[in-house]
């Protein structure tokens, strides 16, 4: 939990803004191969950049422990993570439906295998953390409920070209709610490559349907 010192600290690293909601895009999100995005299939998010950019996204332990566990970045781009569900603000349980760009949703590990720690592995951005001046983005997320109680578990994809996407973590659900504003970008540091907060790197990536990856190297550093 957050001290008094650590949280006056936090509104004066990031901006924070009182804002209305919005309309998201009416256009869907596409994976690699120009199709579009749906929810109740499972998707792998990979850097564009092959090479040095590294690969697809996974769970690490946490940096205070094991528990919860960091969404991170694998090294090489022959590995492509672990599947995701999106589950977009707006989706309905009985139909599944196109994922749009800009919209909110929930970031959900597909990961029946990974039986550690208890939490739901939902993606959430995690208190700031006063070592590393950072916003890294962690599990243990809520599913659902938009309101001022969710709003750490909220992210969307905005298009960058193409097939390209940033993540960002801006949420929209909460007309009067005081929320970050930032993209998610990677962070280096203790020889890894953690999801945090960025205002000047976001990571710019693809999404492939999670079959379409099974020629790729899929590990998990768990």
């Known amino acids: 939990m957050k001290t008094a010192s650590s949280l006056a600290f936090s509104f004066l690293f990031l901006a924070f803004i009182t804002k209305p909601?919005?309309?998201a895009s009416e256009q869907p999100l596409v994976d690699?191969?120009?199709d579009k995005v749906r929810t109740g299939t499972t998707y792998r998010i990979v850097s564009v950049i092959r090479?040095?950019?590294g690969?697809?996204?996974t769970l690490g332990d946490g940096r205070n422990g094991l528990c919860p566990l960091d969404v991170v970045q694998l090294g090489s781009d022959l590995m492509r993570g672990l599947p995701f569900l999106f589950s977009p603000v707006n989706s309905t349980v009985d139909e599944e439906n196109y994922v749009l760009e800009?919209?909110?949703l929930n970031i959900i590990f597909v990961t029946p295998q990974i039986k550690i720690c208890g939490e739901p592995k939902v993606w959430k951005v995690d208190n700031y953390d006063q070592s590393t001046g950072q916003w890294f983005i962690t599990t243990n997320g809520a599913v659902g409920n938009p309101g001022a109680q969710t709003l750490e578990s909220w992210f969307k994809f905005e298009k960058v070209d193409g097939n390209t996407y940033k993540?960002?973590?801006c949420p929209s659900v909460c007309e009067?709610?005081?929320s970050l504003c930032s993209d998610v970008g990677i962070y280096f540091g203790n020889g890894g490559r953690r999801l945090a907060l960025s205002k000047t790197r976001p990571f710019l990536v693809s999404i492939l349907k999670a079959e379409d990856a099974s020629n790729g190297k899929i590990v998990s550093v768990i």
């Open 55 to 57: 690969g697809g996204l």
């Open 102 to 104: 800009s919209t909110d």
């Open 176 to 178: 009067t709610c005081v």
């Open 21 to 23: 909601l919005l309309v």
């Open 51 to 53: 090479g040095g950019g």
């Open 167 to 169: 993540i960002k973590h």
């Open 32 to 34: 690699i191969n120009g």
